[in-house]
C-alpha cells in the first residue's frame, strides 16, 4: 500500500483554504518545497527531519522558494546533531540553483548542511535515493522553459506507478505515460480562456482523462477556493484538498481520509 498525502492543493496565489501544492509520498518523498513548507508540514505533524528524499520538478518560486527555511529549520532546530542525510533529486544544473537561493537568503549560513548533509543527484532515472521501494524516470514536459520543467514517473516494487505530472500543460510525453499509470497527479494552474499553453485547463484535462478512462487523475495546484469545485470534470478526475490522504495500490485508491 501506497500513501499519497496532499499538504497543499493550491496554485502560485494560494486561492481561500488552499496552500501551494505539495504532495509528499509514502510519508517521506516530497515532491518540491513551496514557500509555506514549514507550516504546511507541521500541520501533518511532520517535521523537516522526517524527510529523507526531495524531488524537484522546476524552478519557479511556487515550487521552490521554501528551500532555504527547510535546511535552516533542520540545521537549527530539528537536526541539530546532523544524523539525517537529505538526498535530492533534479535536473542537471540544479543544485547551483538551490545553493544560490540559499545564499541569498540566509548568507553564510547554509553552506555546511548544504555541503556535508544533503546529497544532490541529477541523474534521469534510477533508485529513489533514500526510499528503496521506489524507482524513479524524470521527464520533460511543457511549462516556461526557463524553469527547466520536468515530471516523474514513480514505481512502487509492487508494480503500482505514480505519475507527478509537474506544473505543465498538455504534452506528448504526459499524454504517452498516463494509460500506463495508476495514479495521475496533474498540476491544474488556469481556467480555460487563459491565453497559456503551459497550464493544464479544465479542457485540456477532462481531455486526457476520457483518452485514459482506467486511470485516476488527482488533480492539484488548482486555481478555484476550496468550496467551489470545477464543475464538469469526468468521473476519473478528483479534485483535492489540503490535507487529503489516499491509499492506493496497483489499480487505484483504496481508502481516502481528510
Ligand atoms: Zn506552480
Ligand atoms: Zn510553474
Redesign the pocket.
Given at each position: 500500500m501506497v500513501e499519497v498525502k496532499f499538504l497543499g492543493s493550491g496554485n502560485?496565489f494560494c486561492p481561500d483554504g488552499r496552500m501551494h501544492s505539495l504532495v509528499l509520498l509514502d510519508e517521506k518523498i516530497l515532491i518540491d518545497t513551496p514557500p509555506t513548507i514549514l507550516p504546511q508540514l507541521s500541520q501533518a505533524g511532520l517535521s523537516p527531519c522526517d524527510i529523507n528524499t526531495i524531488l524537484f520538478?522546476?524552478w519557479?518560486g511556487?515550487?521552490i522558494f521554501g528551500f532555504p527555511f527547510f535546511i535552516l529549520e533542520r540545521k537549527y532546530i530539528s537536526d541539530r546533531a546532523g544524523n539525517n542525510t537529505l538526498n535530492i533529486h533534479l535536473h542537471e544544473g540544479g543544485e547551483r540553483k538551490l545553493k544560490e537561493l540559499s545564499e541569498i537568503a540566509f548568507p553564510g549560513s547554509l553552506n555546511d548542511v548544504l555541503e556535508n548533509r544533503v546529497r544532490f543527484y541529477d541523474s534521469k532515472k534510477g533508485q529513489v535515493t533514500g526510499a528503496p521501494d521506489w524507482v524513479f524516470e524524470r521527464f520533460p514536459v511543457n511549462?516556461?522553459p526557463a524553469?527547466e520543467?520536468h515530471g516523474y514517473e514513480l514505481q512502487h516494487t509492487s508494480g503500482f506507478t505514480i505519475i507527478h505530472c509537474?506544473?505543465s500543460g498538455p504534452c506528448e510525453e504526459i499524454a504517452k505515460r498516463t494509460g500506463d499509470a495508476d495514479i495521475v497527479i496533474i498540476?491544474v494552474?488556469v481556467p480555460d480562456g487563459v491565453p497559456t499553453d503551459?497550464?493544464f485547463k479544465p479542457s485540456s484535462l477532462s481531455e486526457l482523462a476520457h483518452n485514459n478512462p482506467s486511470t485516476i487523475f488527482l488533480a492539484t495546484h488548482l486555481y478555484t477556493t476550496k468550496d467551489e469545485p470545477i464543475s464538469g470534470l469526468p468521473e476519473n478526475v478528483i479534485q483535492v484538498h489540503d490535507g487529503d490522504v489516499f491509499n492506493c495500490e496497483i489499480g487505484g485508491i483504496i481508502t481516502k481520509s481528510n
Amino acid at each position: 500500500m501506497v500513501e499519497v498525502k496532499f499538504l497543499g492543493s493550491g496554485n502560485a496565489f494560494c486561492p481561500d483554504g488552499r496552500m501551494h501544492s505539495l504532495v509528499l509520498l509514502d510519508e517521506k518523498i516530497l515532491i518540491d518545497t513551496p514557500p509555506t513548507i514549514l507550516p504546511q508540514l507541521s500541520q501533518a505533524g511532520l517535521s523537516p527531519c522526517d524527510i529523507n528524499t526531495i524531488l524537484f520538478t522546476h524552478w519557479h518560486g511556487d515550487h521552490i522558494f521554501g528551500f532555504p527555511f527547510f535546511i535552516l529549520e533542520r540545521k537549527y532546530i530539528s537536526d541539530r546533531a546532523g544524523n539525517n542525510t537529505l538526498n535530492i533529486h533534479l535536473h542537471e544544473g540544479g543544485e547551483r540553483k538551490l545553493k544560490e537561493l540559499s545564499e541569498i537568503a540566509f548568507p553564510g549560513s547554509l553552506n555546511d548542511v548544504l555541503e556535508n548533509r544533503v546529497r544532490f543527484y541529477d541523474s534521469k532515472k534510477g533508485q529513489v535515493t533514500g526510499a528503496p521501494d521506489w524507482v524513479f524516470e524524470r521527464f520533460p514536459v511543457n511549462h516556461e522553459p526557463a524553469t527547466e520543467p520536468h515530471g516523474y514517473e514513480l514505481q512502487h516494487t509492487s508494480g503500482f506507478t505514480i505519475i507527478h505530472c509537474g506544473d505543465s500543460g498538455p504534452c506528448e510525453e504526459i499524454a504517452k505515460r498516463t494509460g500506463d499509470a495508476d495514479i495521475v497527479i496533474i498540476e491544474v494552474g488556469v481556467p480555460d480562456g487563459v491565453p497559456t499553453d503551459f497550464h493544464f485547463k479544465p479542457s485540456s484535462l477532462s481531455e486526457l482523462a476520457h483518452n485514459n478512462p482506467s486511470t485516476i487523475f488527482l488533480a492539484t495546484h488548482l486555481y478555484t477556493t476550496k468550496d467551489e469545485p470545477i464543475s464538469g470534470l469526468p468521473e476519473n478526475v478528483i479534485q483535492v484538498h489540503d490535507g487529503d490522504v489516499f491509499n492506493c495500490e496497483i489499480g487505484g485508491i483504496i481508502t481516502k481520509s481528510n
